[in-house]
Each structure stands twice: as C-alpha cells, then as structure tokens.
T-cell receptor
Framework: QQQVKQSPQSLIVQKGGISIINCAYENTAFDYFPWYQQFPGKGPALLIAIRPDVSEKKEGRFTISFNKSAKQFSLHIMDSQPGDSATYFCAASTGYQKVTFGTGTKLQVIP | NAGVMQNPRHLVRRRGQEARLRCSPMKGHSHVYWYRQLPEEGLKFMVYLQKENIIDESGMPKERFSAEFPKEGPSILRIQQVVRGDSAAYFC?????????????FGSGTQLSVL
C-alpha cells in the first residue's frame, strides 16, 4: 500500500514539446506529492509539489495535475528544453514520515 | 549555507569488508534520511533518523546494515561484511524540523562498489 507507480520508464520529446509523466498511488493517507529532478552524478532536487486539496499547481513551465478520486497525479513540462533532460521522480508522503518514491522516468529532450 | 555533504563520493570495498558512509545534514536540519539507488531503479527508502533516535528503519535489511545520527557529528550508514549486491548509490537527505519529510535536500551520494 506504500507503493507509488510511475510511467513511462523513459521518454523522448522534441524540443518545444510537452513532456508528460504519470504516477499512481494506493495509500489514501498520503497528503503531500512532490516531484524531484535528478541529473547524472547528482542527488535529486525538489522541483514542485502539490497537496490533495488542489487539482493543479503550476510553476513556470512545470505543472502538476492531481486527481484525488483516481489516486493519480502527473507532471507536465511545457516547451521542453534540452536542459530538462534528467530523471524525474514522483513521490508521496504523510507528514513526518518517510518519502516513498516512484521508479523514475528518464527524460531526453532532443533538439 | 552548505548543502548536504556526503563522503566519500566513491568507495570501493572487497567482499567481506566494512563500508562506512557519512552524511552531514544542512545546518539547522535535524531529520536525516538514507536512500539506496540501484541502476535503472528508483530511490529505495532505508532509514529515517533524528538526533540520537531511529524513527523508521523499515527499509533497512535486518542484517549487516546499521545507521546512527549522534548528538554531535555526521550521520553514519554502516554496512558490515559487504557483498556484491550492496553495490549501489547511497543518498542521504535532510530536512528542517518544521517540514519533516516534506522537503528533502539531498547530497550528491556515495557510490559504493564491491569487488
């Protein structure tokens, strides 16, 4: 029940296109849903996060869409750029508890 | 304000040796988390510690692995009698007291290679 399922495993998008990564969870106690970005050789870094009381959150080119009834959330990267090429992890947590991560999506943005 | 510092960055051990991985959290952070990352896999939770306390060790293998976060000094992840399957990147993250697990700041990791 602690799992967070993420898809796709890898994604290739043309520069200027929209990148979409999907996640699903089972534990209805989760109340915080962050996305992390990881570049090779580096640790993950928090990108954007959402709570289940809103259906969408946008920060620049990055948008999280959240569907509480379906227990799904997704990351949309608008106008994708080569610099966005990285591995993206969705995650979920409950208060002062461990953060459970998805398996990651390796995004490659080609010129 | 320095970020989360992990050392060493790379650690090579032979089977049966001990590995000690260190993590200094960001200043003011009292929560430390350890994660393991295998190639092409996600981040697997290992242990969550606060100063002098293990809060959640549900992700730690029952044998050979231990972790501590003493009152003074860095957090230590210790792996005794390493085996080839222990080869992975180990990441430490810290968070401030007010945010618990909501905002994790990760170090650059320690890449453990077991020969």
């Amino acid at each position: 029940q602690q799992q967070v399922k993420q898809s796709p495993q890898s994604l290739i998008v043309q520069k200027g296109g929209i990148s979409i990564i999907n996640c699903a969870y089972e534990n209805t106690a989760f109340d915080y849903f962050p996305w992390y970005q990881q570049f090779p050789g580096k640790g993950p870094a928090l990108l954007i996060a959402i709570r289940p009381d809103v259906s969408e959150k946008k920060e620049g080119r990055f948008t999280i869409s959240f569907n509480k009834s379906a227990k799904q959330f997704s990351l949309h990267i608008m106008d994708s750029q080569p610099g966005d090429s990285a591995t993206y992890f969705c995650a979920a947590s409950t208060g002062y508890q461990k953060v459970t991560f998805g398996t990651g999506t390796k995004l490659q943005v080609i010129p | 304000n320095a970020g989360v510092m992990q050392n060493p960055r790379h650690l090579v051990r032979r089977r049966g040796q001990e590995a000690r991985l260190r993590c200094s959290p960001m200043k003011g952070h009292s929560h430390v988390y350890w994660y393991r990352q295998l190639p092409e896999e996600g981040l697997k939770f290992m242990v969550y510690l606060q100063k002098e306390n293990i809060i959640d060790e549900s992700g730690m293998p029952k044998e050979r692995f231990s972790a501590e976060f003493p009152k003074e000094g860095p957090s230590i992840l210790r792996i005794q009698q390493v085996v080839r399957g222990d080869s992975a990147a180990y990441f430490c993250a810290s968070s401030p007291p007010s945010q618990g697990g909501e905002k994790l700041f990760f170090g650059s990791g320690t890449q453990l290679s077991v020969l």
